[in-house]
Each structure stands twice: as structure tokens, then as C-alpha cells.
């Protein structure tokens, strides 16, 4: 069966300092991956999504990034952090376009 | 205008009673319909995909359509299990973006 690792679970930064939050999945091969923010009481707001290795595609222009270095490795960069990246990050994965995506446990981000 | 709008509760109904409630969306040209399912502070996990003709899954029952734009979800003899955030997520495209609406928290109560 497929399991989707994402950590850490919670993490406090300072404004201005860097980010980096993993994602792995395990039990299938090229997965779609996603990363999505849920700021409270907001709905999910896509912020990159890819289809392979290398490949990334961005939603929403800001301060982060993200890579692929591997087919199940997913990350999700910053290089100085703003008051506003706070909130819920998560992980998807998915096979194909079916629609039926598969979260991660998320890691809730509090920027200071 | 939002791409897809639900009322956000929230709704607060006795054990066993049926709840029921609707998600708009503003692509007439929407492909495939979800709901999910977000217990507080976890993540959404898929609930049941809505298909054109509507379908039932247990005590959860989702209708499509598509004339008005909008998708329901029915929950019959509710339980406390039941309270949590139900989002309405939406295709437009049949590829990999899906659009998911801000939820519909529900209380089941003792």
C-alpha cells in the first residue's frame, strides 16, 4: 500500500529565515505530487504541482519554491520567510489526472 | 466569485438525525466532483468521488447537478464520528488541479 511521509509535523521560524519541508512517498512510481497551504478557515490553495523528476509547475507566484530531485521526494523551499507564509502545509500525491489526491499529515508552519 | 462556494456551518444536529448541504461551482464546463473529509488540525482524506447519476456510500449519499451548479452531500443517521469538515473539491479541467472549496464543518452531538 502507499504512505505519504511529510515532516517535520510543526515548526516555528522567525521572519526572514529559510524553509525547507520534505515530502516522500513510498509504494508506488511516479506519482503526481502536490504542495498545498490552508491558511485558517481558508480553503487549500494549490502552490506547485509535478508530474516527474525535475519537472515543477508554480500556481501561485511568491516566495517559495519547490524540486523534485527524486521520483518520490517532493520539497518545498524558502529563502527568507514572510509573516504571511503561516499556516498548514501539505503534501498530495496522486496517479494520473483522476482527481483523487492523497494528503500527507502536514506540517503546520508558524512564521514569528 | 469564488470557483467553488459552500456555506461554512456550521451545521449542529443530534446523534442520528440527517444533515444535508450543497456546494456551488462556477465552471459550467466542470469534469469530476469530490467530497472529502478534514477532521480538525489533519488532512483532508477523500470521502467519495459524485458521479453524474449520484451515488451512495454507506450512510453518505452525493448528488450531482450539473443544470444548477452545484454538488450535495447527504448524511444520514449521523454519528459523533461524523463532526468534521466536509470540502467540496472540484475538476475543471480533468487534469491534475483540483479546486477545493473553504468546507462545511458539522457538529454531530450526544
Known amino acids: 500500500s502507499q504512505t505519504i511521509h511529510q515532516w517535520p509535523a510543526t515548526l516555528v521560524q522567525p521572519v526572514g529565515s529559510p524553509l525547507s519541508l520534505e515530502c516522500t512517498v513510498e509504494?508506488?512510481?511516479?506519482?503526481?505530487l502536490y504542495w498545498y497551504r490552508q491558511a485558517a478557515g481558508r480553503g487549500l490553495q494549490l502552490l506547485f504541482y509535478?508530474?516527474?523528476?525535475?519537472?515543477i509547475s508554480s500556481e501561485v507566484p511568491q516566495n517559495l519554491s519547490a524540486s523534485r530531485p527524486q521520483d518520490r521526494q517532493f520539497i518545498l523551499s524558502s529563502k527568507k520567510l514572510l509573516l504571511s507564509d503561516s499556516g498548514f502545509y501539505l503534501c498530495a500525491w496522486s496517479v494520473g489526472g483522476t482527481g483523487e489526491q492523497y494528503f500527507g499529515p502536514g506540517t503546520r508552519l508558524t512564521v514569528t | 466569485r469564488k470557483e467553488v462556494e459552500q456555506d461554512p456551518g456550521p451545521f449542529n444536529v443530534p446523534e442520528g438525525a440527517t444533515v444535508a448541504f450543497n456546494c456551488t461551482y462556477s465552471?459550467?464546463?466542470?469534469?469530476?466532483f469530490f467530497w472529502y473529509r478534514q477532521d480538525c488540525r489533519k488532512e483532508p482524506k477523500l470521502l467519495m468521488s459524485?458521479?453524474?447519476s449520484g451515488n451512495e456510500d454507506g450512510r453518505f449519499t452525493a448528488q450531482l447537478n450539473r443544470a444548477s451548479q452545484y454538488i450535495s452531500l447527504l448524511i444520514r443517521d449521523s454519528k459523533l464520528s461524523d463532526s468534521a469538515t466536509y470540502l467540496c473539491v472540484v475538476n475543471f479541467r480533468n487534469d491534475y488541479k483540483l479546486s477545493f472549496g473553504a468546507g462545511t464543518t458539522v457538529t454531530v452531538r450526544a
Open positions: 509504494g508506488t512510481s511516479n506519482p503526481n
Open positions: 509535478s508530474v516527474g523528476i525535475g519537472q
Open positions: 459524485v458521479y453524474s
Open positions: 465552471n459550467s464546463a466542470s469534469q469530476s
